[in-house]
């Protein structure tokens, strides 16, 4: 299941809790280290073999975190912009997937360390966006495509 874009296993259900075990790798990833009780975690069950797909392929592998640097609050959509790592730049594109938290979303303004998102009413009031302020970190996932294309062109070289 992912949480906030990290794919964690529950290996212990009881009633309406369960546990899942955070490696190392994990921790040092991503922000879950950071999670306390009370915070607003983003969801959601694995993708079922010949299933819908809604946005793309967001395997749960977190790469980086970033910074939420700026929040813009327009008439029905909110506009969030992020700095992240320079070592993942090649990772993402003008109008290309990212996975910020476990929601798949389209990039824009794109720059070597930071790019903008536009949340809608439904994913604001439905996801932690809603709570998510300038300074806060988030989990971010590269395309996994451009993961593969840019592994190939290393190799190459």
């Not at 798949?104 to 809603?130: D, E, K, M, Q, R």
Request: hydrophobic share 45%.
């Amino acid at each position: 299941m992912s949480h906030n874009g990290v794919c964690l296993t529950a290996v212990a259900i009881e009633a309406d809790t369960y546990k899942v075990t955070a490696v190392a790798e994990t921790l040092a990833k991503t922000n879950a280290a950071g999670w306390k009780p009370g915070d607003i975690i983003n969801l959601e069950r694995a993708l079922q073999a010949g299933a819908r797909l809604d946005g793309h392929f967001v395997q749960g592998h977190v790469d980086a975190v970033a910074t939420c640097t700026e929040k813009v609050t327009l008439d029905g959509s909110w506009l969030f912009t992020f700095s992240f790592p320079r070592a993942f730049a090649a990772l993402i594109i003008e109008k290309g997937s990212v996975c910020i938290n476990g929601v798949s979303l389209t990039a824009f303004n794109v720059g070597l360390t930071s790019f903008t998102v536009t949340i809608i009413p439904y994913t604001y009031t439905h996801t932690n966006f809603g709570t998510l302020q300038q300074g806060d970190i988030v989990n971010i996932e590269f395309d996994v495509l451009g993961k593969y294309i840019l592994r190939q062109k290393e190799t190459e070289a």
